[in-house]
């Protein structure tokens, strides 16, 4: 996101931000939320189960947001571009995910470095040609994009040749896939609405005022800040964390989740500095006024580092099997998100979505804290 911005392409890196979304939660919601419910899985045909599945379900979706696009092209004259772009990005995303998913799993350390190196080596070059390129075309930076995941899925897919081959080798029956659907609705209806009421705070942008440039250069600056965290560091601390969860070892895995939020807080510290630093630089503050500036500032600095605080552990209570937990956390943010978007404007309403975001990412660290305590605690019982 920092390229595009420095080199002038707001609309673009907007347009970027909004399919990007759609194809973020679409690819986690119809994968069944698999990056986070497959690293937990113990037994091998469940995890089969689980893969042929998702990637069904993945296909299916793409499918079907393409065609929700190119329909209205035929009846209307109006081509849903926003739907087309954001399907060209859900099928390669939703399978970089679930080739995380695999690597975390296999505790495969190589794999996942080298699967973000090929992704940081196509994307850098691909956005920097199409920032030099001499044209406002809105999808401009979504094309990369869509490039470099499909080149990094099929590396990932390339380098698990082997152990999907096995996977698919299983006898999947319906009776199989129901009931993993079943099992796992929780956490994909969870993936939803958490996507949702993160989109709030874009969604939220136009009503803010004078300070609309400044928020929204800040929420697609930590949101990039997010995606680095998620996609690249967070994998390392995953591993270990459901590798001790598979075997029991629930203190453990503890220490591993304490130790990934620390290091989170300090990695949040220095994005939500950057994050405020960029924002003065591309004078996106330039239309408020000077004691309102700094009322923006510090919402942005609040915001960008609670956001991303739990950004290395955004996947540990899914994976400890805390579905449910997640799913009510995700329901009752988006709940008070409305409520604000529904009464407040300008700052109060930035303001508001800032102590939102650093209530809920609290609770969330707070929730999966707790959600490891009592199952030791049941764990301590049956012995």
């Known amino acids: 996101m920092v390229l595009p911005i420095l080199f002038g392409r707001i ?29 937990g899985i113990v037994e091998e045909r469940q995890a089969a189960v689980a893969t042929v599945t998702s990637a069904g379900l993945l296909v299916l979706a793409s499918a079907l947001m393409l065609i929700l696009g190119v329909i209205p092209t035929v009846l209307w004259q109006g081509l849903q571009r926003n739907m087309v ?27 996942i470095a080298r699967l973000r190196l090929v992704s940081g080596g196509t994307n850098f070059p691909l956005i920097l040609v199409a920032c030099l390129l001499d044209t406002h075309y809105l999808p401009l930076l979504v094309i990369p994009t869509a490039l470099s995941f499909m080149l990094t899925a099929a590396w ?33 209806m969870a993936a939803l609405l958490g996507g949702a009421a993160f989109q709030l705070v874009g969604v939220a942008t136009p009503l803010m005022g004078t300070a609309a440039n400044g928020w929204a250069v800040a929420v697609r600056l930590a949101g990039g800040f997010g995606t680095v965290s998620q996609q690249v560091l967070a994998p390392m601390f995953e591993t ?41 630089l591309v004078n996106a503050d330039r239309a408020v006024a000077d004691i309102d ?32 937990r997640f799913f009510q956390w995700a329901a009752i ?8 978007l529904a009464t ?31 199952l030791s605690r049941a764990k301590e019982y049956l012995t």
């Open 240 to 280: 270990d964390f459901a590798h001790a969860l598979r075997s029991a070892e629930l203190t453990k895995a503890a220490s591993y989740q304490r130790r990934a939020y620390f290091l989170g807080l300090v990695y949040s510290a220095v994005c939500a500095f950057g994050v405020c630093v960029i924002v003065v």
């Open 344 to 374: 407040l404007r300008g700052l109060p309403l930035l303001m508001g979505l800032t102590i939102l975001e650093m209530l809920f990412q609290f609770a969330y660290y707070a929730v999966a804290a707790r959600h490891l305590v009592q």
């Open 156 to 188: 990932g897919l390339y380098r698990s040749r082997s152990e999907l081959r096995i996977q698919i080798g299983y006898t999947t029956r319906l009776v199989h896939v129901w009931q993993h659907l079943r099992r796992n609705l929780s956490a994909a």
């Open 293 to 324: 500036r700094i009322v923006l500032l510090v919402s942005i600095a609040i915001f960008s580092f609670s956001i991303l605080s739990t950004s290395l552990l955004p996947r540990n209570l899914v994976i400890a099997g805390g579905q449910r």
């Open 11 to 39: 609309d673009e890196v907007a347009f970027l931000v909004t399919v990007g979304a759609v194809a973020g939660v679409a690819s986690y919601t119809f994968t069944w939320s698999y990056a986070s419910v497959y690293p």
């Open 85 to 111: 772009w954001a399907a060209a990005l859900t099928l390669p995303l939703g399978l970089n995910l679930m080739i995380t998913g695999l690597f975390i799993r296999n505790r495969d350390y190589p794999a």
């Open 333 to 340: 943010k988006l709940v008070f998100g409305l409520a604000l």
